[in-house]
């Protein structure tokens, strides 16, 4: 294990040498740093166009009875005002991924038709030539709407009578999507243990650093629109807008610049594109809109936020016979974006992790409620079952009073049985998830931290110690498969690299940054095949008249698939120029060594060398013959005799057409096109330790170790980033996101200041460290890391502060876990059994060999607890 908590040793980007592996800085950071930075915000603050604001329902459910903008239109500084009516012909927004077997696919309006479902749903937009004087237009558009029953939770959404939200779905359910492998039935009514559980995910919200900003300007001469938004998806949100608008792709540029962190929320195609791009064509004025803080929390799409029920059986040893599970998932209000395929796919196929279970049956419901719609949030589906999973692992752990760190050993697919097929369909590529919990253990010390336990509950103190394990899919693939589970894109993904004239070199990729360090580790990976230093290599991304197409960036895919089709591109470049050193040199292409950037002939070769010299000549003959025919002149001879050439001498010489072998098309460029044949799994292991202060509720958390193995690591530098990012994420969830509604279907969240997101004092410094098996999927051996560490982190420190409140008997508390959450949990449990502290003063032992009585006690409190 590299153990990457240590600082890590920074290396120059001009550092001779591969670069793949080393912790080279950030390429793009001296210019973020210094200004040079270039957002859709910097481009409105230097033009003159006009400014767009949103009016939005104030209800979740309302039928519109009418809607008067005449007021608004005769206002100073307006210049249009966009209603439904204005509409005709432009398209609603796509749902991209639809789950199989959907009954309805009810598409979000760009402005809302007879009925507003959401909070937030726009019904109006107003052009004007300040942000001001679009404010007070908004304010004088008069709505007037019917009030209508609204449902603001998915489970009481599927009542009967509920409130409908659209008449061609029956009960609010847009689809029942089942997978099943073995014969769970049997499993459970065999099985020596079986332990049912309800849980909650939460709903979240991605707040980005930078919210969505939109600049679209359309020139009436040439009939083109230039669109500039902050999109994860640059090429899929081109197409979108395009559809929409029905406006060919070649009369449309889109253009996504520097990104200020999307987290799945700029995968969306949102209405804001659509109306800027409208009143832009309708006006002839570039038009901006720029979401306000408190506009985010209500109409950017949400994460999480499903129910679910559980069911596991096992022998007494811990062996896991079969699982159940039912998730039942809040779309919100349409289908929209990747929103309907998120549970359905990641969630319902991710079920059994890394453990070999063989009887496993999901069943994952999709229902529409009157709140903001949902989708993917950094992990997308992979979280919710990891969590499902990992609490449920616990929840057996505690009913066999088995440390819980066994259970989980004695359930994972071993090496030997790699690749392994999961019964939901889903293939494990690789991976040794044995000797990743080891080593997370042995960082974090666990058996001294389970002794340490013991000797603070004894004083009185409720430390609690909590373990995830979990494994993803980097990327979703292949393209040919896609269209199966209903998800309308690529799964490969493209990658164009040239080598200039003076050698440097230039890379061309479909995926998109939103701020993971793309600049730097694709340039790794061009400039190891090509010879060069990092900094040698530019690298060009978010356009779509410079990137001839591209699929984007979600699902941890950009090193697995974009990275690759670096490494495929810039190996096939490298060959031609190895064919046009070969041809100078006199020597076979086989015959050349390339090492730092150049080419040189091996000593010894005797007669091949001069076999070569003598087809050199001959070519030269024949060249020499062609060009004084038609030309009547002599070509210069070459008194070439080098032993040695760089790469930057064949560059030249290509893009020049000077001394090419016969056929050989001149310039260094090269495109490839990466589509996996299956999706290589990266996996890891969390370890979070807590202290829980019974008097108030609060948790602090101590130590968090994370273990991850994603493969082949291009840069450790931005690895570690990745990494503690995504488990700031997680533990915010855990501890204190959540985005709240009340029983009319009113959000709660207006801004920061009802929505809590961790500070650096709420987190301890991150341990982390890697294993790393390589996946055989692709040639770089590289799996996704973005979104790991936010997958685990959750269960991790739910699982400890559970760990933590053992001895008072609580069995569940809801997340976020919030001092009033865990505060009120041990109240009841203290009201339900009497306080093991106040009245007996008895302490249960630790978990784990023969201090098993906190888990015993915990599993007879669990079976009266919320079993389902």
């Keep these: 294990m590299d153990n990457q908590a240590r600082k890590p040793d920074l290396h120059s980007p001009v550092a001779e040498g591969p670069s793949v592996g080393r912790p080279v800085r950030r390429l793009e950071d001296e210019r973020l740093l ?164 309800r849980l909650t995910n939460n709903r979240v919200a991605p707040a980005p650093l930078e919210g969505r900003v939109v600049l679209s300007e359309f020139a009436l001469a040439s009939g083109r629109l230039v669109h500039h938004t902050s999109s994860q998806l640059p090429h899929v949100h081109a197409r979108s807008l395009g559809a929409c608008l029905g406006l060919p792709l070649h009369k449309l540029r889109l253009v996504a610049p520097d990104i200020g962190g999307g987290f799945g929320a700029k995968l969306c195609f949102y209405a804001e594109d659509v109306i800027c791009a409208v009143l832009s064509m309708r006006t002839g004025r570039a038009c901006a809109w720029a979401e306000a803080r408190g506009e985010s929390f209500l109409a950017t799409t949400h994460g999480r936020d499903q129910v679910q029920y559980a069911e596991i059986a096992a022998r007494r040893d811990g062996r896991i016979t079969g699982f159940r599970s039912r998730v039942v998932a809040d779309l919100g209000a349409y289908a929209i974006g990747m929103g309907p395929g998120v549970p359905a796919i990641n969630t319902g196929y991710g079920v059994s992790g890394p453990y070999d279970i063989p009887n496993v049956a999901t069943e994952v419901v999709g229902v529409f409620t009157n709140r903001t719609p949902t989708g993917p949030y950094r992990g997308a589906g992979h979280p919710e079952a990891t969590f499902l999973l990992e609490r449920m692992m616990d929840e057996l752990a505690r009913e066999l009073a088995m440390d819980p760190a066994e259970v989980r050993r004695v359930n994972f697919v071993p090496p030997s049985a790699m690749p392994h097929r999961m019964p939901t369909g889903w293939t494990l590529d690789s991976g040794d998830y044995a000797a990743n919990l080891d080593a997370a253990l042995d960082l974090a010390g666990y ?25 993803e899919s980097s990327a979703v693939g292949p393209s040919i498969g896609m269209g199966a589970v209903g998800f309308w894109r690529a799964g490969h993904e493209s990658a164009r690299v040239v080598v200039n004239a003076d050698g440097s070199a230039t890379v061309f990729s479909g995926a998109m940054s939103t701020g993971q360090g793309h600049a730097t580790s694709l340039a790794q990976i061009a400039a190891d095949v090509l010879g060069l230093a990092p900094n040698e290599v530019e690298v060009v991304q978010g ?243 973005g979104e790991g560490a936010t997958i685990g982190a959750t269960p991790a420190v739910v699982n400890a502060v559970l760990d ?27 009201e339900g059994r009497g306080s093991l502290v106040r009245e007996t003063g008895a302490e249960p032992s630790s978990p784990g060999g023969s201090q098993a009585g906190a888990f015993i006690l915990l599993g007879q409190a669990a079976k009266g607890g919320d079993d389902a």
């Excluded at 389970?450 to 979990?470: D, H, S, V």
């Excluded at 490298?574 to 050193?581: F, Y």
């Excluded at 004092?761 to 590289?782: C, I, Q, R, W, Y």
Aim: with cysteine.
């Design 34 to 197: 210094r200004g040079g930075s270039r957002y859709v915000s910097d481009l409105i603050a230097t033009s003159d166009a006009l400014r767009v604001k949103i009016l939005r329902s104030p209800h979740a459910h309302a039928r519109i009875l009418a809607v008067d903008a005449t007021a608004a239109r005769a206002m100073p500084g307006v210049v249009a005002v966009l209603m439904a009516d204005d509409l005709a012909g432009i398209g609603d927004l796509p749902c991209d991924w639809e789950a199989p077997g959907m009954i309805g696919v009810p598409l979000h309006p760009v402005l809302a038709r007879d009925r507003a479902r959401y909070v937030g749903e726009p019904i109006a937009a107003v052009a004007a030539e300040s942000a001001n004087a679009a404010e007070n237009a908004l304010a004088a558009i008069e709505v007037s709407y019917e009030v209508l029953p609204a449902v603001a939770e998915q489970e009481a959404a599927i009542e009967p009578g509920a409130a409908q939200l659209h008449d061609a779905l029956p009960n609010n359910i847009g689809y029942q999507f089942r997978r099943e492998g073995g014969h769970v039935d049997r499993a459970l009514a065999d099985a020596e243990v079986v332990v049912r559980r």
């Design 447 to 471: 058996r001294k931290l389970r002794e340490r336990q013991a000797n603070l509950r004894a004083e009185g103190r409720f430390l609690g110690i909590g373990l995830a394990t979990f494994s």
């Design 543 to 785: 356009d779509t008249q410079a990137v001839p197409f591209g699929t984007g960036t979600f699902n941890s895919r950009s090193m697995a698939i974009g990275g690759t089709a670096v490494h495929m591109a810039a190996g096939r470049l490298l060959e031609k120029a190895r064919k046009i050193a070969a041809h100078q040199l006199q020597r076979r292409p086989a015959d050349l060594t390339f090492e730092h950037g150049v080419f040189r002939a091996s000593d010894g070769l005797g007669v091949i060398a001069a076999a070569a010299h003598t087809g050199k000549k001959v070519e030269d003959r024949i060249v020499h013959a062609v060009f004084r025919r038609r030309l009547g002149m002599e070509l210069p001879p070459s008194d070439r005799e080098a032993e040695t050439l760089t790469l930057a001498d064949v560059a030249r010489d290509a893009h020049l057409g000077l001394d090419l072998p016969m056929g050989t098309a001149p310039g260094l460029d090269e495109t490839e096109f990466f589509d996996p044949v299956d999706m290589p799994f990266a996996y890891g292991t969390h370890i979070a330790v807590v202290e829980v202060d019974l008097e108030t509720g609060q948790v602090a958390l101590l130590r968090h170790v994370v273990v991850d193995d994603c493969g082949r690591i291009i840069n450790p530098l931005l690895v570690e980033g990745q990494v503690h990012g995504g488990a700031a994420q997680g533990v915010g969830q855990a501890l204190m996101e959540s985005m709240v509604y009340g029983m009319g279907g009113e959000p709660m969240v207006a801004g920061f200041s009802e929505y809590a997101m961790p500070r650096a004092a709420d987190l301890p410094s991150f341990e982390t460290g890697h294993t790393e098996v390589p996946t055989k999927l692709n040639p770089l051996g590289a799996k996704g890391v």
């Design 804 to 830: 933590a409140l053992a001895p008072v008997g609580v069995t569940e508390v809801a997340m976020p876990m919030t001092p009033m959450h865990v505060w009120r949990a041990i109240e009841r449990a203290q």
